[in-house]
């Protein structure tokens, strides 16, 4: 059977490909250019596809070959070139792609390196584990990158569901406001049901999250993240404000917290690194990153570059100008609907956040 996928899974073949043929990894900066000449030596990519079969990709700049072993035996030498060749031709398949698409030649290239799919299974947020040299430290340790791509559209960063419900109270209505809000089916439905709450004298007020677990992980973050980010969904659904770097201005602004400006940035930069490193919403999260090595991005130009840990702040600085929060199917996640609780009247909103 042919080898079927859309660009961000070509994608993460090309960024194999295009690794092995440079022998490096190259830094990038906020804005996603490359940072002069900082570069992380690649020692070797490891893949498997299957549970015990390992399969070590090593690239030899020096010698511009790259060798594939199994289990210490060395299988296959292959010129960098080649490697570079493929990465040319399957980089200008991705960029005309459309939907799920075959690449013939790349395809017939991988199995000839010993892979059958385009992106090999693993259990964390990984999709390359790279042996790195880190001029820093000297140390060589196997780390894993989360790859991301600007080929196609823009990816999630957060899913929605309805573990990422927030949960509010609103003041000032009355119940016979309930179904006649909720009556509201426009185009725009979400936008005006809150546009007709305020309308009405509706305040909302946070009241608390519907999912416990994924409070929980928010507050490994900081004891006041979930307020913080409901104030986000506020400026969202309310006042129509869509880039995390708005809705920064805008918490700011509204100082829930009554702290100063770079507080909330520096949080909602947390934020946004932890769910693109490895937290998710309904799994129970113990701070740490799965995405070890970092982040790998994928640029419209065909160039490879990536977030480490130690460009962590530029990567964060990237997160917070890069995305921003949009809309989930209110019916499938249940939120946006007016409700009575406890003699209160309440309204659930959502939270996804997307790659700008």
């Known amino acids: 059977m042919a ?36 570069f992380f030596p690649i020692i070797k990519i490891i893949r498997e596809e299957t549970r015990g079969t390992p399969y070590e990709y090593h690239p030899d700049p020096e010698a511009g070959e790259v060798r594939i072993f199994l289990n210490d035996e060395q299988l296959l030498c292959l010129s960098a070139e080649e490697f570079n060749d493929e990465a040319i031709l399957l980089y200008s398949q991705i960029k005309y792609g459309t939907s799920a698409f075959e690449v013939p030649r790349t395809e017939a290239f991988i199995k000839r390196i010993f892979m059958t799919k385009l992106k090999a299974p693993t259990t964390d947020k990984s999709d390359i584990n790279i042996q790195i040299h880190d001029v820093n430290t000297g140390f060589e340790n196997v780390v894993g990158f989360s790859i991301k791509s600007e080929l196609g559209s823009p990816p999630t960063l957060l899913n929605a569901g309805r573990t990422t419900n927030f949960i509010y109270e609103i003041k000032g209505l009355h119940p016979s406001d309930i179904n006649q ?17 305020s309308e009405k004298g509706g305040l909302l007020s946070f009241a608390e999250m ?7 992980n928010l507050t490994m973050i900081d004891s006041q993240m979930p307020i913080i980010i409901a104030e986000m969904l506020i400026g969202y659904y309310d006042k129509n404000i869509t880039d995390c770097m708005g809705l920064t201005d805008y918490v700011s602004q509204i100082n829930p917290l009554s702290c100063n400006a770079e507080f909330y940035k520096h949080k909602i930069k947390d934020l946004l690194c932890a769910i693109a490193l490895g937290m998710k919403p309904a799994t129970a999260w113990d701070g740490t990153d799965e995405a070890t090595g970092g982040y790998i991005v994928v640029k419209t ?16 600085g990237y997160l917070l100008k890069n995305t921003q929060l949009e809309k989930g199917s209110s019916s499938r996640h249940g939120f946006c ?15 996804q956040i997307r790659f700008s």
Do not use: P
């Open 3 to 38: 080898i079927t996928g859309n660009k961000g899974e070509w994608s993460e073949t090309y960024a194999f490909l295009r690794l092995l043929a440079d022998g490096k990894l190259f830094a990038a900066d906020e804005q996603l250019n490359r940072i002069g000449n900082m």
């Open 181 to 197: 809000i909720n009556a509201i089916e426009t185009k725009n439905k979400l936008i005006d049901r809150m546009t007709a709450i």
């Open 210 to 216: 519907e999912n416990t677990t994924f409070c929980n």
């Open 301 to 316: 130009d065909g160039d490879v570059l990536a977030y480490h840990i130690y460009n962590r702040d530029a990567f964060r």
């Open 337 to 351: 609907s007016l409700y009575q609780e406890g003699g209160k009247i309440k309204i659930k909103l959502n939270l």
